[in-house]
């Protein structure tokens, strides 16, 4: 399997710009795109529409190309968009795009990058947040870590964007549209954290999400969205058949100020890899949370207190600009809400470089 990672700035959800030049130049194969990861500029909350103005907007984009191409424009439909909301700080909007083909016989192999996608099945608004949704996104990783090829201890990111429920779609869970949030982004990661073998299913219970953050995945970012009504599920880790010329790492932010963490998630991509510089360094992804505790280094944060702004978005200016300063780079992915992805407060960190 041999992955190619493109990433570019985005003036606007719609600008196709940067893309375009990469697609026009022949640097990118739009047919062969499976993931696109996306920073986009709106709040972050349920009423963000950037999101899906960005994935409507790459679609027909993408459709056109491919036509144009000579290429089957439904090639657009079967690639997993995962758009999060919210620059704040010094996040700046960008895409990070990712394409998938297999390399030739005799082409060498190397430990390296490689990934899987699949979907999960549309999900009723009662069912979001539910144990239903846990079991459902667990197979569904399942299935891509297999197409993936990968062993799961070598596992180290697993992005999914899950849906949430409008104030018309609440029923019978009785949570506000921003509640459902935090529940459909803690029952995908319990989702992963099971398929991972990170906790035992036989013993999560429905009380649990949101609920025991003792519970958690170490690998696992996930983000809810208005714009879809399953989960899409991107699975990255390193194998040995991988034709790549990147590699991946992670480590667990303890808080969000941990920079040790996010050296630490650098530092492992540097093994066997002498001269890895800054340079190389393609793009950071971390999950963000404003403490639940009200302390931050045991000191009180008011992030949780404040009603002009919601603390998702805080959390993400901060861990932002922790990340930027460290490979000052501030078109890093940084999503906010990281119920189950990583301990309270802290958060799933993952770095890929490109190593030849």
């Not at 990934?115 to 197979?139: C, K, W, Y």
């Amino acid at each position: 399997m041999k992955i190619k990672i493109f990433k570019v700035p985005q003036s606007s959800p719609d600008d196709m710009t940067a893309l375009d030049l990469l697609i026009q130049s022949q640097a990118l194969d739009p047919a062969k795109i499976v993931a696109i990861l996306g920073k986009t500029e709106g709040n972050g909350c349920v009423n963000d529409f950037t999101r899906g103005f960005a994935v409507q907007t790459l679609k027909a984009y993408l459709k056109a190309t491919c036509l144009q191409a000579g290429h089957d424009p439904a090639i657009a439909d079967s690639i997993v968009y995962v758009m999060s909301g919210g620059t704040e700080g010094v996040l700046s909007p960008h895409l990070t795009l990712f394409t998938r083909e297999f390399s030739l016989e005799d082409e060498p192999r190397h430990w390296g990058l490689v990934l899987g996608v699949s979907h999960t099945r549309n999900f009723l608004p009662q069912e979001i947040g539910t144990l239903a949704m846990v079991d459902s996104v667990a197979e569904a990783v399942e299935l891509a870590i297999a197409q993936a090829g990968l062993e799961k201890p070598d596992v180290h990111f697993v992005q999914i964007k899950c849906p949430l429920v409008t104030a018309s779609q609440i029923g019978s869970m009785g949570q506000s549209s921003y509640q459902s949030m935090a529940y459909s982004r803690g029952a995908s990661a319990l989702g992963v954290a099971i398929a991972l073998g990170e906790i035992d299913r036989e013993t999560l219970r429905q009380s649990d999400i949101c609920v025991n953050y003792d519970l958690y995945s170490s690998v696992a970012s996930t983000s809810a969205g208005v714009e879809l009504r399953n989960c899409e599920i991107l699975v990255l880790g390193n194998a040995a058949h991988s034709a790549s010329d990147y590699v991946i790492q992670h480590a667990t932010m303890g808080h969000a100020l941990d920079v040790e963490a996010v050296q630490k998630a650098i530092a492992l991509l540097s093994q066997g890899q002498a001269g890895l510089g800054r340079a190389q360094i393609v793009n950071v992804f971390a999950k963000a949370e404003a403490d639940p505790s009200g302390l931050i280094l045991g000191k009180r944060h008011t992030m949780l207190d404040d009603s002009d702004i919601n603390h998702t978005r805080m959390a993400r200016a901060v861990v932002g600009a922790v990340i930027a300063s460290v490979v000052q780079d501030p078109m890093v992915y940084v999503s906010g809400g990281s119920e189950h992805q990583g301990p309270p407060g802290g958060g799933t960190v993952a770095a890929i470089a490109k190593i030849r």
